[in-house]
Structure formats: C-alpha cells, structure tokens
C-alpha cells in the first residue's frame, strides 16, 4: 500500500509529463502543515526562475508571526508575490502544477491570487 506522499506523487507525475511535453514554464505549489512555497521552473525543468514561500523573514512578519503560514490569506499573499516575481523575470504565462496537491483550498487561493496579480495559466 502507498502512502499518502507516494500518493500525492504519483498523481503529480502525469502532470509534470504533460507541462514537459507542452514545453512550458511551470508554476509549482508545495504546501506543508506549516508554510506554502511556490516557485517558477524553466521548461527545460532546470532552473528556478522565481520562488516565493511564507519562510520569508518579511512575509512572516507581515502575516503576524510564527504559525500563521499555513492558511488561506497566507496562500493569497504567496500568489500575489510570485506572480509579481515571475513578471520581474520576464514570465507571462505559466502552466500550473498542483504537485498531486487537491485544487482546494490553500492551493486554490495561491492560483487565483496569481491570476489576480497578472499571471496567465
């Protein structure tokens, strides 16, 4: 039997096939108990072009502290910040990977609040 992080892998694999077969630049969301991090992959898959996370000294302090990184208007303020990030670099549009992760939630707040700052996906 898998575990829930061997599950949640597996399912993310086909995603990551199907965003490499596109050639595009990929968007990727990591959530743990405590924070969410976000980072903008080339499409060659290598190299991170941007990344924002609520383990940021200042987004912890603009959220209030220690363990107020694991909630909705934590992902929202996380989107907002790499969408503005990956404009800086030069990046438009993006293909969204969820890494296995429910589109809900924490991980929908993140995407939309994107959206929101200008990011096409």
């Known amino acids: 039997m898998l575990t ?18 596109l050639r595009a630049v990929r968007l990727t969301v990591f959530r ?12 060659d898959g290598g190299r991170v072009l941007a990344s924002a996370s609520t383990v940021e000294k200042d987004v912890r302090e603009q959220l209030g502290g220690a363990g107020k990184g694991a909630n909705v208007a934590a992902a929202q303020l996380i989107g907002k910040r790499i969408a503005e990030r990956a404009k800086a670099a030069g990046i438009e549009k993006v293909a969204f990977d969820r890494a296995g992760f429910a589109y809900h939630g924490r ?6 609040a994107a959206r929101e700052a200008g990011l096409q996906f």
């Open 4 to 21: 829930k992080k061997e599950q949640r892998l597996r399912r993310s694999r086909q995603t990551r096939a199907r965003i490499a077969e």
């Open 107 to 112: 991980v929908k707040a993140l995407a939309e």
């Open 32 to 43: 743990s108990n405590t924070h969410i991090y976000a980072s903008v992959i080339s499409e």
